[in-house]
């Protein structure tokens, strides 16, 4: 496989022949007429094109946001930014691609396979681990599983990011447990199951977004009914129905609180553990992201712009090496 | 030492002869005259007096919420509940009693010390070993610390609760950091920080209280000044001025948001952590303490009454063993 | 059938043997000794028993909250407020007595069968009647749905108190969709499909009381589960993967806003009107409940208390003719 | 009287020559030289002007929002747009204008006339029935009502909207009203009322925008002086000092809560009834809006962006004819 | 006049012959029976009945909430609390008693009348004067004003508590218009015609209690209308349109946002100061009570409760003399 | 001293050669090319300059917000704006230019130090007087205290605001206390400790901006930490502890609620009435700022736009002379 192409460092004056994927369409207008700038991506960043005018147009006809496309052109520079001059521009059909290369990605995620299974055969109850087999023995589900990312566009928001974050949140959760008592075997189960609903409310194929059933039903009810849907499925019930209002409860209130979209709280031990578990994974891995946004802070420690994705918070990079012992300690 | 009495497993008849605390003195009027009845209890548990009729006042002048109380009594039975009737009582010296004995506590400490020692050792840091060892290598403040509880009447709310609830927190932020790509040491200092305030804020010589002081400032504030204060102290300052904000900044922000009392929210991703460190180990405890109040779920397994430590959610306590593997399988 | 004992009006000195319903049972404590007071009721309303005392004890041991009671007493008064003085109190088997005389009741249900069933005859939409008829033309579905409450303490709290809600939400909806160009049918299919789940979530033989499935679940989940269940079941499914959709939405949506329980806010016309027709029957109805809460007002127009159902608002319940046309008009 | 031009479809190359309003005159700037852009509209819709540069500015010197201009040109295209470009436009006198084929509309209100003034006739209550009068048989009011929007953007926003609207909120009021054994006639009364202060705090002549003491007073507040003013102007008044205060109740709490603006909320009734009644008539109306603005969807169900008018929530448009019957049924 | 009985400095054992007012009749039951206590109170402040049991009940028939009346009686101590053992009670006509004697009160008022007069002839602008002459030279007004109390049950609820809340405002105003640039004139008049709707909304002839038509329009639109109603009463309009919508605003605006209850908030800076000049008169007023409840702090610096007029704060009367100068200084 | 050049006021074709500030270093772009514009003020206001186009950027190498600068041009106007048409521009040394001219100020400061000083010199209370002069009677802290705005962008965002706000509060916070019978010594030391944090948490030397460790741990903490910093100086401590914790009460809980970002909520008089006379000070400067913004107004009495420092409310500038007394009077 060739190497990925790394879009953020190309030089000025750097030949491009690849593959990118198109992430917007962008019309622009001024007074000397209107344009039209392609936001250009793989998995290693992104870049603009260089304006299409009026009569670059034919260039373009028919590209959408979405489009695998091969590209040539050539890096260059307008106003101390770099852009893609495309002197050849064609979509490519969606087989033909490898997906892995075109959005941001966790990378392997066989070792997340592996902490997530050795995990799981832990478990001592035979009904639970039965249950949980039912999705995570099965090779349709963990397909769509280390590929659906965790969200569409804030933490985890990669191809693989649903895996990673179940690893980050079942460590988190374990520990937890530990601490409070709660059934351990149980809480993983709650870990492994809260996001299901995830691989049915978003598309990942090229451009994150919500499927429609993602936005008419929610991931939250939806992890439930495919819970539902397989333990209706096998000949005998793995578990009693008690035991399913358990696991269904768990899906259904890891939000924490009604206005955060569960339609139910956390009622039992393990509930409150996981839903502290998903919050601390999620919460942090956003600040970690806002710390890597290099263009968000200018010169500054602080950042200049405040981040949706931290509920309007700013955050600081200032860093210490709490260095060299204090004289004469 | 003599064997803890164990108040709410004596069976009517019993006969009492022991060091008890006075939790709470009601005053009760009924039409009959009124009438006084006394909450006594120990570490493992709590018991009501028989009423104290207007005849028998002069036995409990001068009684107080707090005192430590010699008690001679036998265990009668009222409409059900278990009472103590009281023959002799006479206030002890708060010096001659073991406050252990008399209030909860989560026990023997040592293995939270070992633990937290050994993290601590574990800090690759010097100016931050440093600053953390000007408390946590001073007796005066691990003699307090090993006694506060982390909260009047929430979570931990025990002799030796903070202690407990730090190691949790120090666990839980272990892994957090981990997840999330935190400064490791930077995390466990601001575990070891955060709550210090505490120490001034509370007063745990019997019954819980805050001070006036923990009204007046809180335990956020106190907290920074207490280690703006020692920072002062040594005559070379243990770290740089930018170091000694950032940890002002773990203490100052970890309830996470303003209308929790922090009067600034998290800025760092260390910070961050910490935050969801902390309120993973309270809430989780919170649910806990919630499900072992036995008398709040009568015969049902869902409570009958809503929880005020929980935001007023109720707790289910249904479990399984989800025992024999599935037929078949 | 004799008739039904008219509690709220009985004088004192009337004779009472008849068939009530323990409602609560009351442990008071006084200085002269505990006692207890049952709260008795039938469909007429409620009253209270004298208290009985230690020595009365063995009259009512085993009398639960929810039991049906053969009785025995007079009518006496007490401080200005009736009460039952009992004679003999004795449990009756569940199965010999008849609910509908002990419980709040709407009273003959055929009439709002007529209603709903005329109106879903006016569907013209095969796929939706068939799906509506997987309910509907349920007689065990039916059994259920008119016996079931539409709340436990708030509005419609009656037995067939679900099935009168769901007739005035209808009313109201098919006005409602008339104004705002909602499909007509689709409208309807949400108004008999949104409150199912409350046969799961609600008890109602005796006193009203959630489920343990109903705290763990919610109402509004477990009716999208009903109804996933049953489209399931079939040979053939009744509808469209895409027309399921819109039908769990409608369900789902259906309290408007995420803070109320919604998993989801509503996305379409139909369910928009459904929130809203839902919404007007509701707080309607509570309103009427609380004007008709004689004790709440006194002598007075405006309420003495402040009404939990209404928010905490009071109401008035000031009136007038506006008689007499004005002189000269 | 001639046919309304079809703004949204007139194709290329159409010769334009007809009266517009200017809905609003834009300033722009470029590199190339700033510009202005006029929005004309009529009751189909609104199309942009090609740009005025700086050399065109003599012929749109005067030109301000909310004038009625003769505008002759052409349709040209820009980037795919459809744009007016402008040969000729001048200012004309307000008085020579008809307003409804400028402006949107619901067209003709005689059958809303017809329907309102029925169900009044139907009132049994002579007091009640006069103070209505004062207002509904009042040309100059009838006159203003019939063509005062029911909002300034939102819902009904259109001549005649607020007569449309009181139409809608009456006939879902009275099914309201009969579901809750509400007083009709006095519902009815609030209905007429409740909206009336919209006349003195909106504008429409022309662009719809809010008077000034509209701003400073609020239609609530309006609306309840406008009843109190008439009230004290016949010779004899038409209703008791109670029956007015019930009215001015019925207007000053319609919006339900304080912080939708009410300074009190619903005590009564009847003031219940007409909150929801009008609070279903106004949010379904805008989710109608919302779902038929059809650039907001695109190629997809769901609506491309959130929609002010429904708090942020989005819109879908996915419909079914639930169409052949399933096979066998 | 003789002097008023000095209810809580009364000791055991006085002798009582007075004038006292009925401010609450309790039920109470026991199991020796029921019984009902009086609160009596008079200006200078309250003391408890002893208990009048079921055979003392001839004595206090028909007497209620409100009443003044004639009492006979002793001080007699129970469980620590004084209270009044009654001989003799008899109701008063309301004519023949003096209220100041018998309520709270600001006490001699003409010092407030002689300051606002004051201020209020320093008004320049002859219009304003001549507008606020209607309500503050009419004796009627004044008669009212002098009596009316500024709350129910919160800030300055006492006779003539209104006047002296009016006086704080004015001279808090007045500071605030003189550092913000506002007119001074406007905002003496928004002070003095903000509240006048409580004339109309609190009734105090005895206990304080709101009016119907304060429950159904609300303190802050009755002022709103009898502004209306005096500037429509003279034969010429005193002021413009304009300066009475500026007047009406400045009442309607002054509880500073919806929520609080104003329909809509201040635009003016006239506007803005009188909010916040009321709300300084208003909280700091209410703190001032809390400090002075003396039970509410035991012996304590910290109040052992929270206040509900300071929305559930507590309060803090640790206070210094700063005495003596530091040594060396 | 040469005549501040009064920007906003300067004709078309004036010549220009003075010393500026650069606000804002905008870059846009347009399809002609990129180009930038500099925002340049002084003390009078401020004025955009004629674009750089990417010929003129060697003229602009360098320039940053913040600098000040020489600058040579002619006023010309551009669709209606006039804007600078630089011909020369050269950044100067800090140190040579004039702060005060080239940023918004409050103008002459010894008025507002008679004034304060004044006042402090009333205190009778020795120790109190002692602990204000650890401050006031410091010229390094004068000197930066009388050049500190009292915000970054809203209420007193200019030179000197600190300390006019000062006074404000001061005056304010006199007649409360009077008003309120709080201890008026006392009140002053809070309104004259309450921002000195600000001193640390803003910038003010060019643009106005936070500090890092304003950031990190808020003007509220600062001032508290400056105050025990100061405390701790001198060789006896000037007060006594429980002092001390009053006056950090006072800073700490000035902003009255948590959700503000004070840490702890008032439980003092002297403290409620310090947060209340900030809030006066505060919000009605912030109206008065808002109904100075001409340009928001167009020609209506009613501001076209919403200002974010009103909270999103509009403001209204319609004013009267309240003139001619009405005939007749």
């Not at 030949?15 to 207008?29: A, G, I, P, R």
């Not at 959408?64 to 260059?76: D, L």
């Not at 064609?90 to 396979?113: A, F, H, I, N, Q």
Request: glycine content about 10%.
């Amino acid at each position: 496989m060739t190497r990925l192409l790394d879009l953020p460092a190309l030089p000025v004056g750097a030949h491009v022949q690849d593959t990118l994927l198109v992430l917007e369409v962008e019309q622009k207008s001024s007074a000397g007429g209107g344009y039209t700038v392609l936001q250009l991506g793989n998995a290693s960043g992104r870049i603009a094109s260089a304006p299409f005018w009026e009569q670059d147009q034919p260039q373009i006809v028919g590209i959408r946001k979405g489009h695998a496309v091969q590209v040539i052109g050539e890096i260059s520079e307008y106003r101390g930014r770099r852009q893609l001059r495309v002197t050849t521009i064609s979509v490519l059909p969606k087989e033909s691609v490898d997906l892995t290369r075109l959005v941001p990605s966790v990378g392997d995620v066989s070792r997340y396979w592996e902490t997530l299974d050795g995990w799981r055969r832990e478990i001592t109850k035979p009904r639970l681990a039965r249950v949980l087999g039912l999705f995570y023995d099965d090779d349709g589900f963990r397909h769509d599983y280390e590929r659906c990312p965790a969200s569409i566009a804030g933490h985890h928001a990669a191809l693989g990011g649903l895996l990673k974050h179940t690893v980050e949140v079942a460590a988190i959760a374990r520990t937890v447990a530990r601490a409070a008592g709660a059934e351990p075997d149980l809480v993983l189960a709650g870990v492994l199951l809260h996001d299901i609903g995830k691989l049915e409310s978003y598309r990942w194929d090229g451009v994150f977004e919500y499927t429609d059933v993602g936005y008419l039903l929610g991931h939250v009810v939806l992890g439930a009914r495919m819970l539902d849907l397989r333990l209706d499925e096998p000949d005998e019930p793995p578990c009693t129905e008690q035991e399913r209002q358990l696991l269904l409860h768990l899906i259904l209130s890891h939000h924490g609180k009604l206005e955060f979209g569960s339609p139910v709280t956390p009622l039992t031990l393990e509930a409150e553990v996981l839903h502290w578990a998903d919050n601390a994974s999620a919460k942090t891995a956003s600040m970690g992201d806002a710390l890597h946004e290099g263009d968000a802070f200018g010169e500054g420690l602080i950042s200049q712009r405040k981040f949706w994705q931290l509920d309007g918070r700013r955050a600081y990079r200032g860093a210490s090496d709490w260095g060299a012992p204090p004289a004469g300690a």
